[in-house]
């Protein structure tokens, strides 16, 4: 996508391609390595460098400023003035057109006189095929090309010199032998063989030196060097001149030369040349025709009489009168006020204005027959009534239109050549005006020309006929783009004009007649009241909110009963004249407040739960299959290997000697354990980061830094391989019993296998005896309860089968999931994520210009919704019915949908709020009194 007007690509890779992408649809080459001196040049930087200074044509206005870009490149000062040349070139060929393109939005100058020339010159912006002319070629290669360069050259300002032409001429011999031989004296024009000696010459070289030589008056004279002579040695009998020569014998006849033979021009055998010779007879048989007069001025006339531009040409032409000058003028104008509408501004082409006013108002003269005539002198209130006043405007033209009677009907007549040639020329002075006015300085230029709204006035008076559909919407168009500089009074003719339009069933002008109307006197002081409008009109703008497709005409709409609300005689009329009307258009009001809106769903997350105190972790008591391995090693690598799989490395905890001690003394205690030293010293070597140290203080402290017992025992390669039984020994019942930390009491027991855990807590924690063949005995029905962990089913079993199942589902089905409940149940398992509710907020459309203020269909809505509520509020007393207020009637059955709008509808909650704030103010108003009057009947 191509960047915004007056801004740069600032990555390099998206810049070249850019470029590539115009020089493609221009149909020009691109190189994307510019060179200069041979060396590539980044043309991002160069276009980088050229813009900051002002463009192509800003930095050429200048003299010596490329040469400072030359500066920029690392360029040195040898050949600055070639490299300088080289760099506007490469400019000029890759980046010239880009620039007027992207950066400045104008249209560049065709190939032919940019790209496919030199780079010499400026104002790129502003040549043109009509301005600029290229320069002619020289083409050197016969007599006759070399005829008409010697011809160009003399009409030009750069003559061609002989030594230019000679070397044209060595260029162009290079050029078509297609290369130039070594050593051979093409290369330099200087240089130049020597001349053929004649045949009956001898050849004499020349010995004399090639450089002479300064003879000083000291040295002594040299013997001049003297060329040896030749001696001719011939025969007496081969010299003509000797008396014994034998001219028979000598004799040698002349060779015999071939006739050549040429056919006669016949009609049979050439009939085209003997046609072109009968022609060029004939042609000299008549006298010459005298030679032009302006021969001798057509060098001149392409520099220096080129006659005017095109605006003037179309200005003058418009101006004459003459129907097929107008007819350019226009068709020109069209194009230029489309193209080039950001400059075409009437305060430069005094008259354009006028011309093109007096041109349109001859609309009158197909429809109604009459010619307006337009007058600059006071105001006479006797002038005829196709008269215009220009210079105060015409009053009563309204109804001196509404007096004319169309001289065409809309009876499907067929129209003449002439009537339609003129109908065009007046739509394109229409639309001339249209484009025009799109300028700001036009519209505020025309909106101070009374003439001009007396055109307007006349415009959309015209009778609704399908063959004036489009000048009248060119009209609208241009009235939509003015009228806010005009007040809106109720007598305004125009807007008395346009009034008629908001029952039209043509889209385009119903949309253009509302939108001309709602920007009347939105730049002026005055109020802004609209009045007078039929209920009619106002019931079929009612009609119109209930579109749902066509967002322009329901904007409109909107807008048009916002402002026609705000003015309390017109709520008068609307509740007088029918209340069904204000309380039927409120529903789809507050539906409207949520037009299109963009649903945003957010997440609130619940406070944050505080952590809880890790339990301390208990040395693991070794099942008996690990402790069997262990003794199959021999101190102390018996007692390392149990501190691997009891023990982990914890730079931060520490553990007393005393309590590590005696847990290694208990489990070895009959297989000859280490002393107390050995051990203490083992542990340091066993982890890196156990220290065994003393803490100082009443009571010294030996501890060892750095381990601290795991809480999920693992085997010798440190995997986790066993099951923990989490069955409570004791259940107590108060907080003493639970214990410092709060842990409650449980086995420590650790099993290899789940079965082998199953196993232990039926037998060994529920008693539950087996029979002879191995099997648990179910017939007995004593109650048990389960004591597992974390167990929450208070109820007993009867049966030891339903308990043993039960049991089954505690117990996890890995060492890796056994190793996650035991961590858990210390307050050291995965926080819980943070519980959160979802919201569903609504964004309707903002104006970021505005700091995202609210706008659009939805705004419109709120604002026509706060108009009425004011109104019902303020004046609605005398419309209350059966004792229900105004403000109850209108909106006493949308407040839960409003208080909706309030809570989801992030862009609109200030301004529904405000609304239901004014609905419950005017129910606080109403009710006042209520409670004393009630108390008073009861009294009574």
Same mark, same amino acid.
């Given at each position: $996508?191509?960047?915004?007007?007056?801004?740069?690509?600032?990555?390099?890779?998206?810049?070249?391609?850019?470029?590539?992408?115009?020089?493609?649809?221009?149909?020009?080459?691109?190189?994307?390595?510019?060179?200069?001196?041979?060396?590539?040049?980044?043309?991002?930087?160069?276009?980088?460098?050229?813009?900051?200074?002002?463009?192509?044509?800003?930095?050429?206005?200048?003299?010596?400023?490329?040469?400072?870009?030359?500066?920029?490149?690392?360029?040195?000062?040898?050949?600055?003035?070639?490299?300088?040349?080289?760099?506007?070139?490469?400019?000029?060929?890759?980046?010239?057109?880009?620039?007027?393109?992207?950066?400045?939005?104008?249209?560049?100058?065709?190939?032919?006189?940019?790209?496919?020339?030199?780079?010499?010159?400026?104002?790129?912006?502003?040549?043109?095929?009509?301005?600029?002319?290229?320069?002619?070629?020289?083409?050197?290669?016969?007599?006759?090309?070399?005829?008409?360069?010697?011809?160009?050259?003399?009409?030009?300002?750069?003559?061609?010199?002989?030594?230019?032409?000679?070397?044209?001429?060595? &260029?162009?011999?290079?050029?078509?032998?297609?290369?130039?031989?070594?050593?051979?004296?093409?290369?330099?024009?200087?240089?130049? *063989?020597?001349?053929?000696?004649?045949?009956?010459?001898?050849?004499?070289?020349?010995?004399?030196?090639?450089?002479?030589?300064?003879?000083?008056?000291?040295?002594?004279?040299?013997?001049?060097?003297? =060329?040896?002579?030749?001696?001719?040695?011939?025969?007496?009998?081969?010299?003509?001149?000797?008396?014994?020569?034998?001219?028979?014998?000598?004799?040698?006849? &002349?060779?015999?030369?071939?006739?050549?033979?040429?056919?006669?021009?016949?009609?049979?055998?050439?009939?085209?040349?003997?046609?072109?010779?009968?022609?060029?007879?004939?042609?000299?048989?008549?006298? =010459?025709?005298?030679?032009?007069?302006?021969?001798?001025?057509?060098?001149?006339?392409?520099?220096?009489?080129?006659?005017?531009?095109?605006?003037?040409?179309?200005?003058?032409?418009?101006?004459?009168?003459?129907?097929?000058?107008?007819?350019?003028?226009?068709?020109?104008?069209?194009?230029?006020?489309?193209?080039?509408?950001?400059?075409?501004?009437?305060?430069?082409?005094?008259?354009?204005?006028?011309?093109?006013?007096?041109?349109?108002?001859?609309?009158?003269?197909?429809?109604?027959?009459?010619?307006?005539?337009?007058?600059?002198?006071?105001?006479?209130?006797?002038?005829?009534?196709?008269?215009?006043?220009?210079?105060?405007?015409?009053?009563?033209?309204?109804?001196?239109?509404?007096?004319?009677?169309?001289?065409?009907?809309?009876?499907?007549?067929?129209?003449?050549?002439?009537?339609?040639?003129?109908?065009?020329?007046?739509?394109?002075?229409?639309?001339?005006?249209?484009?025009?006015?799109?300028?700001?300085?036009?519209?505020?230029?025309?909106?101070?020309?009374?003439?001009?709204?007396?055109?307007?006035?006349?415009?959309?008076?015209?009778?609704?006929?399908?063959?004036?559909?489009?000048?009248?919407?060119?009209?609208?168009?241009?009235?939509?783009?003015?009228?806010?500089?005009?007040?809106?009074?109720?007598?305004?003719?125009?807007?008395?004009? *346009?009034?008629?339009?908001?029952?039209?069933?043509?889209?385009?002008?119903?949309?253009?007649?509302?939108?001309?109307?709602?920007?009347?006197?939105?730049?002026?002081?005055?109020?802004?009241?609209?009045?007078? @409008?039929?209920?009619?009109?106002?019931?079929?703008?009612?009609?119109?909110?209930?579109?749902?497709?066509? +967002?322009?005409?329901?904007?409109?709409?909107?807008?048009?009963?916002?402002?026609?609300?705000?003015?309390?005689?017109?709520?008068?009329?609307?509740?007088?004249?029918?209340?069904?009307?204000?309380?039927?258009?409120?529903?789809?009001?507050?539906?409207?407040?949520?037009?299109?809106?963009?649903?945003?769903?957010?997440?609130?997350?619940?406070?944050?739960?505080?952590?809880?105190?890790?339990?301390?972790?208990?040395?693991?008591?070794?099942?008996?299959?690990?402790?069997?391995? $262990?003794?199959?090693?021999?101190?102390?690598?018996?007692?390392?290997?149990? *501190?691997?799989?009891?023990?982990?490395?914890?730079?931060?905890?520490?553990?007393?000697?005393?309590?590590?001690?005696?847990?290694?003394?208990?489990?070895?205690?009959? +297989?000859?354990?280490?002393?107390? =030293?050995?051990?203490?010293?083992?542990?340091?070597?066993?982890?890196?980061?156990?220290?065994?140290?003393?803490?100082?203080?009443?009571?010294?402290?030996?501890?060892?830094?750095?381990?601290?017992?795991?809480? @999920?025992?693992?085997?010798?390669?440190?995997?986790?391989?066993?099951?923990?039984?989490?069955?409570?020994?004791?259940?107590?019942?108060?907080?003493?019993?639970?214990?410092?930390?709060?842990?409650?009491?449980?086995?420590?027991?650790?099993?290899?296998?789940?079965? +082998?855990?199953?196993?232990?807590?039926?037998?060994?924690?529920?008693?539950?005896?087996?029979?002879?063949?191995?099997?648990?005995?179910?017939?007995?029905?004593?109650?048990?309860?389960?004591?597992?962990?974390?167990?929450?089913?208070?109820?007993?079993?009867?049966?030891?089968?339903?308990?043993?199942?039960?049991?089954? @589902?505690?117990?996890?089905?890995?060492?890796?999931?056994?190793?996650?409940?035991?961590?858990?149940?210390?307050?050291?398992?995965?926080?819980?994520?943070?519980?959160?509710?979802?919201?569903?907020?609504?964004?309707?459309?903002?104006?970021?210009?505005?700091?995202?203020?609210?706008?659009?269909?939805?705004?419109?809505?709120?604002?026509?919704?706060? +108009?009425?509520?004011?109104?019902?509020?303020?004046?609605?007393?005398?419309?209350?019915?059966?004792?229900?207020?105004?403000?109850?009637?209108?909106?006493?059955?949308?407040?839960?949908?409003?208080?909706?709008?309030?809570?989801?509808?992030?862009?609109?909650?200030?301004?529904?709020?405000?609304?239901?704030?004014?609905?419950?103010?005017?129910?606080?108003?109403?009710? &006042?009194?209520? &409670?004393?009057?009630?108390?008073?009947?009861?009294?009574?």
């Amino acid at each position: $996508m191509p960047p915004p007007l007056g801004t740069i690509l600032e990555d390099e890779d998206e810049f070249l391609k850019d470029v590539a992408a115009f020089h493609e649809k221009r149909g020009t080459s691109f190189d994307r390595e510019g060179r200069v001196s041979g060396r590539p040049v980044s043309l991002h930087k160069l276009y980088k460098l050229v813009m900051d200074r002002g463009g192509y044509d800003a930095l050429s206005a200048e003299r010596m400023q490329w040469r400072t870009l030359v500066k920029e490149f690392g360029f040195g000062k040898a050949h600055e003035a070639v490299m300088t040349f080289q760099l506007k070139s490469v400019y000029y060929k890759n980046l010239a057109a880009y620039e007027i393109v992207t950066y400045w939005g104008e249209e560049p100058p065709p190939r032919e006189i940019l790209e496919d020339i030199s780079a010499k010159g400026g104002d790129l912006r502003s040549r043109t095929l009509q301005n600029f002319l290229p320069p002619a070629s020289r083409d050197v290669g016969n007599d006759s090309t070399m005829v008409e360069s010697t011809d160009q050259a003399e009409h030009t300002d750069e003559p061609i010199t002989p030594k230019r032409e000679r070397l044209d001429s060595e &260029k162009q011999e290079i050029e078509k032998n297609g290369s130039e031989e070594p050593g051979s004296a093409s290369r330099y024009s200087t240089r130049q *063989l020597r001349q053929d000696p004649k045949r009956t010459q001898m050849f004499q070289p020349d010995t004399a030196p090639t450089r002479a030589r300064n003879v000083r008056a000291t040295d002594s004279p040299s013997t001049p060097i003297v =060329a040896p002579s030749q001696t001719l040695h011939m025969n007496g009998t081969d010299d003509p001149r000797n008396p014994s020569f034998d001219w028979f014998e000598n004799y040698k006849p &002349k060779d015999s030369i071939p006739l050549t033979l040429r056919p006669h021009i016949t009609p049979g055998n050439n009939p085209t040349e003997f046609a072109n010779r009968k022609n060029q007879a004939r042609a000299q048989a008549h006298p =010459a025709p005298p030679p032009d007069i302006h021969l001798p001025l057509r060098p001149f006339l392409q520099h220096q009489m080129s006659g005017p531009n095109i605006y003037l040409r179309c200005l003058y032409g418009l101006r004459s009168g003459i129907e097929e000058e107008q007819k350019f003028a226009l068709h020109h104008l069209v194009k230029v006020s489309y193209e080039r509408g950001d400059k075409y501004k009437f305060e430069g082409f005094p008259f354009l204005a006028e011309s093109l006013l007096e041109k349109a108002l001859e609309i009158t003269e197909l429809v109604y027959g009459i010619k307006f005539e337009i007058s600059y002198d006071e105001v006479d209130n006797n002038a005829p009534i196709n008269t215009l006043n220009a210079a105060f405007g015409t009053r009563n033209l309204l109804e001196n239109m509404r007096l004319l009677a169309p001289v065409i009907n809309n009876d499907g007549e067929v129209e003449s050549a002439k009537f339609s040639e003129k109908l065009e020329r007046l739509k394109e002075t229409a639309l001339v005006l249209r484009n025009m006015v799109i300028l700001e300085e036009n519209a505020i230029f025309l909106s101070k020309f009374p003439l001009f709204k007396d055109y307007l006035v006349v415009a959309v008076s015209l009778p609704d006929q399908p063959r004036l559909a489009e000048f009248r919407q060119s009209v609208l168009e241009t009235a939509e783009q003015v009228t806010s500089y005009w007040p809106l009074k109720a007598e305004d003719p125009l807007y008395c004009a *346009l009034i008629p339009h908001l029952e039209s069933t043509d889209r385009g002008a119903l949309l253009s007649s509302l939108r001309a109307i709602n920007r009347m006197g939105i730049m002026t002081p005055e109020p802004h009241h609209i009045r007078n @409008v039929p209920l009619s009109s106002i019931e079929r703008l009612l009609s119109l909110i209930l579109l749902e497709s066509d +967002n322009d005409l329901l904007e409109a709409a909107l807008t048009f009963l916002y402002e026609l609300t705000a003015t309390y005689e017109n709520n008068v009329e609307l509740l007088s004249g029918g209340n069904h009307l204000l309380s039927s258009i409120i529903p789809r009001l507050v539906q409207l407040l949520s037009f299109q809106a963009v649903s945003v769903v957010e997440k609130i997350l619940a406070a944050p739960v505080p952590d809880k105190i890790p339990i301390p972790a208990q040395v693991p008591t070794v099942p008996a299959e690990l402790y069997q391995e $262990m003794l199959n090693y021999r101190e102390p690598e018996r007692s390392s290997k149990w *501190l691997q799989c009891c023990f982990e490395e914890s730079p931060s905890d520490d553990i007393t000697q005393i309590q590590i001690w005696q847990a290694y003394q208990s489990t070895f205690l009959g +297989n000859t354990p280490l002393a107390a =030293a050995d051990f203490i010293k083992n542990v340091s070597s066993t982890f890196a980061t156990a220290q065994a140290q003393v803490i100082n203080g009443p009571q010294p402290r030996f501890i060892i830094k750095g381990i601290r017992p795991r809480r @999920v025992l693992v085997g010798f390669q440190r995997q986790l391989q066993y099951f923990k039984c989490l069955w409570e020994v004791t259940r107590p019942e108060s907080a003493e019993a639970v214990g410092h930390h709060g842990a409650k009491k449980t086995c420590d027991q650790w099993k290899v296998s789940r079965e +082998n855990l199953w196993h232990h807590i039926l037998t060994d924690h529920l008693k539950i005896s087996r029979t002879p063949d191995g099997r648990f005995d179910n017939s007995g029905s004593v109650p048990r309860k389960c004591r597992w962990t974390s167990c929450s089913r208070d109820e007993t079993f009867t049966k030891a089968s339903d308990i043993g199942s039960h049991i089954r @589902v505690h117990i996890p089905k890995s060492p890796e999931d056994m190793a996650e409940v035991i961590l858990e149940l210390a307050n050291l398992g995965k926080k819980p994520e943070r519980p959160g509710t979802q919201h569903a907020y609504q964004y309707t459309a903002m104006d970021a210009s505005q700091q995202n203020s609210p706008c659009g269909i939805a705004w419109l809505s709120v604002m026509v919704l706060r +108009n009425l509520a004011r109104f019902a509020n303020k004046q609605g007393k005398p419309f209350e019915r059966d004792g229900v207020p105004l403000i109850n009637q209108l909106f006493g059955g949308h407040m839960y949908a409003l208080f909706n709008v309030v809570g989801v509808n992030r862009t609109l909650r200030e301004w529904v709020g405000d609304l239901v704030f004014l609905i419950e103010q005017g129910e606080r108003e109403h009710n &006042k009194g209520l &409670k004393r009057e009630r108390d008073f009947d009861e009294d009574d």
